[in-house]
């Protein structure tokens, strides 16, 4: 018999009933600190991901908590802060965490992940496309990480189609049943039509959505546009001017 996945809300519900329960019986237990979001960025570090093409996703990554755009969308999303973590993947035996989760609530805690983002190395080169397996190791990460988040969501970035291991959308849907939201952001250098497929096979859950980069040059400030949204829960449809001012100059 599988393991059960507590969806977020629950998972809320559940650690206040065991604080109160642990506080009389094992005042030394840690217990999950709650937090607005809860958050993987998944990095496609793939065969079809030159070494130059690697190095402009973590660079734009790094940029983008370093942004002052990111401290409002911090802001907008509440008093809790966010933990987030990076981890690698390419086929469906390769992925990895590359920095560990990271608890952010303002300008210090930004720029230290930002340092950490872009001091990490490529730890996984050459490979398939295994989305599913990228999708599948990043619900996994949400385990026992020490943090419970009022919501839960896995970027995934990538510039190709599945091409081994499991389906996609079968990990997709299985996210969405613990509550988990999925977004993705394509980069159309090598199929102009890898939008379409993240669409269809990647992406789900609450306020899903999908930003597309021209190339890898363009990523830094897609990436930025995504992290905005995802970390202020920006609605996708929003009448002109409903973004504060500091985010409306990062969302197109």
């Known amino acids: 018999m599988g393991l059960v996945k507590i969806p977020p809300s629950h998972k809320l519900a559940w650690a206040a009933v065991l604080g109160a329960l642990l506080a009389t019986s094992h005042p030394a237990f840690a217990l999950e600190e709650v937090v607005d979001l809860e958050l993987v960025l998944a990095v496609d570090a793939s065969s079809s991901v030159s070494a130059q093409e690697f190095d402009l ?7 983008a908590f370093r942004a002052p755009q990111i401290l409002a969308a911090l802001q907008a999303s509440g008093d809790l802060g966010i933990a987030v973590s990076v981890i690698q993947w390419s086929d469906n035996r390769k992925q990895t ?6 608890l952010v609530r303002g300008e210090s805690g930004a720029l230290a992940l930002a340092d950490a983002i872009e001091a990490t190395p490529r730890f996984l080169i050459g490979g398939g496309t295994a989305i599913g397996g990228a999708i599948a190791y990043a619900v996994r990460q949400f385990e026992n990480n020490g943090f419970a988040g009022r919501r839960q969501v896995i970027d995934v970035s990538g510039d190709g189609r599945t091409n081994q291991g499991s389906r996609p959308s079968d990990q997709r849907d299985r996210a969405v049943e613990m509550g988990i939201t999925i ?15 993240y669409y269809r096979n990647v992406i789900g859950g609450t306020g899903a959505f999908v930003l597309t980069a021209n190339d890898y040059d363009s990523y830094a400030l897609a990436i930025l546009s995504k992290l905005i949204r995802e970390i202020a829960a920006v609605p996708i449809a929003a009448a002109p001017g409903a973004f504060p001012p500091t985010l409306a100059e990062a969302v197109p």
Request: no cysteine; proline share 4%; hydrophobic share 45%.
């Open 57 to 63: 996703q973590i660079k734009g990554l790094a940029e």
């Open 97 to 102: 965490m590359a920095v560990d989760w990271s």
């Open 183 to 197: 977004n993705g952001l394509a980069i159309l250098n090598e199929d102009p039509m890898i939008d379409n497929y």
